[in-house]
Each structure stands twice: as C-alpha cells, then as structure tokens.
C-alpha cells in the first residue's frame, strides 16, 4: 500500500510574485495623493502652496499616471518571464517621461494667471512619483538581467526624451528652469570646474593609491599600518580637512611666490584637491588589493609554469582579471569625489558647490536644487556608466 506524498502549497494569484512593484505602485499613489505636486509661490523667496496632480496638470495627465501605475501593479502578480520585466521596464520609463511632461505642463497652467514674479517649483508628490517610477525602470532592468547594451538604450531613451521636453520649452515655467535662465553661463562655468576638481583629484588618486594596493599586496607587513592611516583619513569630517589645509597651504605660498603664481594658496583649487585626493586613496588602495588578491593562485600559477615573467603575469593575467574590481574602486571614488567636491565651495574651489551654499544664503530652494540635483545627475551618470563598464569586464574575463 503507497501512501501519497502531501501536495506542496501553490503559490496563489494573490500573493505577488514581484513585491517591489506594488510597494512602488502604493507609495506613488500615496505621494499624488497625498503632497503636492507643484509650489505654487508669489516669488522665488517665499514657501509656495501645494497644488495637487489633477488640480495643476489635469485629467490627461492623471490618467495617464495612473494607467501606468496600474499596470505595474498588475505585472508586480505575473510570472517572472523576461518579456514582461521588460514591459514593466517600458511602462516604468513611460511613467518617468509622463511625471516630467506632467510637472512642464501644470508649471504652464499655473503661471498662466499667476504674477510676473510668482514661482512654480517641483513639490513633493512630484519627487516622490519620480522616484517610484525609476526604482521600477532600474528593477526590472536587472530581473531581466539585460545585457549591457540594453541598459544603455534604456538610459540614452529617458535621457533623449527628457532633453526633447527640454528642447520644446515643457519646463520654461519651472522656476528651476528660471534660475537656469538667468546664470546659465556661470552655471555651464559651474559644471565644468566641478568636472576638473573631480579628474584633478581622481587622477592622481589612482597614481598614488594603485601602488600602495599592490605594495600591501606583495609585503602583507604594510598592509596593517597602511590602511590604518587611510581609515584615519576617513574618519576626518570633510570641513575640518579642508580647514586644516588652510594654514601649512597659506605659509608655504608666502614662502613660495612662485607657487602662489601657479594657484597654489590656503583657499581655492589646491587645497580641494589635495583633500579630495587623501579621501579616495582608500578605496582605490583596498580595491587594488581586493582585485589582485581575487586572482586565482591556479591561474598564476599556469602563467608562470607557460614561461611567463613576472612582469607579464601582472600585466596579461593579474590586471585583466582584477580590472572589474578596480573599476568598482574607481566607482566609488569618481561619485565619492563628486559629492564631496559641493563641500570644497566654502573654501573658494568653485563648482556646483556655489549654487547650493548661494542658494542657502538667499533662501531660495531652487538655486540649492539647481546645483544639487546636476551634482546627483553627474554622480548617476558616473556611477551607471561605471557600473555597466565593471559589468562587461566581468563578462569578458571571467575565469
């Protein structure tokens, strides 16, 4: 006599076999429900009023925003097949271009009737659905496991799109977009002084801290009081670093007139460099320690029984493998340096940092937005460009 096996539970259609989605698709709907979607102020000093979705960019709009969302729902219960992550990666990204049509859109209507002086700024329920619908693009990217390739169409997609909305003036009426108007030369200045602080620092970043790598890699004895005085560096708030440049940056330029012709002084690009240098000697050391450290010893080995020198070994086996590791290294010091170079505005480095710190002494929102949200833009781009080169490095060297 068999006995039968008990049947195994099933998985039911109301259990959602994405959970992320309708947890997105929820917080969305509390954000345009819930806050405001744009400001609508009486000048640019001033707190605005919230206006709601529907009241400021109207039926169409909503609509629209919430087919998406209720489509994503939907694919948040379906099988985890590869072309409907893909079409959840479609309506995502259509949900993005829609939030930002939507906002050009209701800045328009409200200024319409409103003052010369009056400011429509972005408001809550904007960021919020923002945020929400690039969560979802870049999940379902990576549950499809898209290739490289793909990720960059994605990318270049929103992008194209968000500069064709740009182009056809949808965010004229954005104060964001006033504020652009009125400093854009400075602020294309801004941009690439905060590029050069960032290429000034990372270059010579990963000239000093490769070999400290491969020093504690070769002699373990370093490696102890190495990265003992890297995780000091690390601990040392950025201001105060900055600050205690200041004096020995100050003395050695009245010793030196020479230097101070160069740009060499206590305030200004050199000091911001020097510091922005000394904060990412730690993670481009640790990565290169971490990267050669990850080659298998069979692969070396074989290497070396084929005949290789030394010297060949580093550069045709040990570098190629480990580069996906020093590329995540030079990751996180690109996007490390990018943020902390704001800060280095307070000691006269210039940058975006500018915006942020004059838009703080003005009390105006949009000026801290406008040098703020280009920092976290060029942190993104850094970062996804980055991460998409590791990525197919790790494809192709895989051992």
């Known amino acids: 006599m068999t006995v039968a096996a008990p049947a195994l539970p099933t998985r039911t259609a109301s259990v959602p076999r994405n959970l992320l989605l309708p947890v997105l ?13 744009v ?54 990204g259509a949900m993005l271009v829609i939030v930002l049509a939507a906002a050009g859109h209701a800045a ?38 898209a290739a490289v390739t793909s990720q960059l169409i994605a990318a270049a997609l ?30 294309a200045a801004s941009v690439g002084r905060h590029i050069v602080l960032v290429a000034a ?16 890699q070769r002699r373990k004895r370093f490696e102890a009081p190495l990265f003992a005085v890297l995780n000091l560096l690390q601990t040392v708030p950025s201001i105060a670093l900055f600050g205690l440049l200041i004096v020995p940056l100050s003395a050695l330029a009245k010793a030196a007139p020479g230097l101070a012709a160069l740009g060499i002084g206590g305030v200004g690009l050199a000091p911001a460099i020097i510091a922005l240098v000394l904060y990412a000697l730690l ?40 580069l996906p590791v020093l590329i995540a290294g030079l990751r996180i010091v690109t996007v490390q340096a990018i943020g902390l170079a704001v800060v280095a505005a ?38 996804f460009l980055l991460r998409v080169l590791a990525a197919a490095l790790s494809r192709r060297y895989a051992p």
Request: one cysteine or more; charged letters at 10%.
């Open 283 to 322: 993670p481009v050391a640790r990565n290169t320690l971490a990267g050669i450290d990850g080659v298998p010893a069979t692969t070396v080995d074989a290497a070396r029984g084929m005949g290789m020198t030394e010297r060949q070994v580093f550069w045709q086996v040990e570098v190629p493998l480990a």
């Open 25 to 37: 698709v929820v917080c969305a709907a509390i954000g345009a429900i819930g806050c405001g979607f």
């Open 108 to 145: 328009a209507v409200l200024s319409a009737g409103a003052p010369p002086a009056a400011r429509v700024s972005l408001g809550a329920g904007f960021w919020i659905v923002l945020g929400c619908a690039a969560l979802a693009l870049i999940d379902a990217l990576q549950r499809s496991k």
């Open 158 to 187: 929103v992008a194209g799109a968000f500069f064709a909305l740009a182009k056809a003036g949808t965010f004229d009426a954005l104060s964001l977009a006033h504020e652009y108007a009125t400093r854009h030369e400075v602020f």
């Open 201 to 216: 620092s990372v270059g010579p970043a990963l000239l000093i801290g490769v070999p400290l790598g491969l020093a504690a």
């Open 39 to 92: 400001d609508l102020a009486q000048n640019r000093l001033v707190s605005g009023k919230a206006v709601a979705l529907w009241d400021s960019a109207g039926s169409g709009f909503t609509t629209a925003l919430a087919a998406c969302g209720a489509m994503l729902l939907m694919l948040g219960f379906a099988a985890p097949k590869r072309p409907l992550t893909y079409a959840a990666a479609g309506i995502a």
């Open 346 to 383: 307070l000691i006269g480095a210039g940058g975006l940092g500018s915006f942020v710190f004059d838009g703080l002494g003005q009390y105006a929102t949009d000026l801290v937005l406008l040098g703020a949200l280009t920092a976290i833009l060029l942190a993104l781009a850094a970062d």
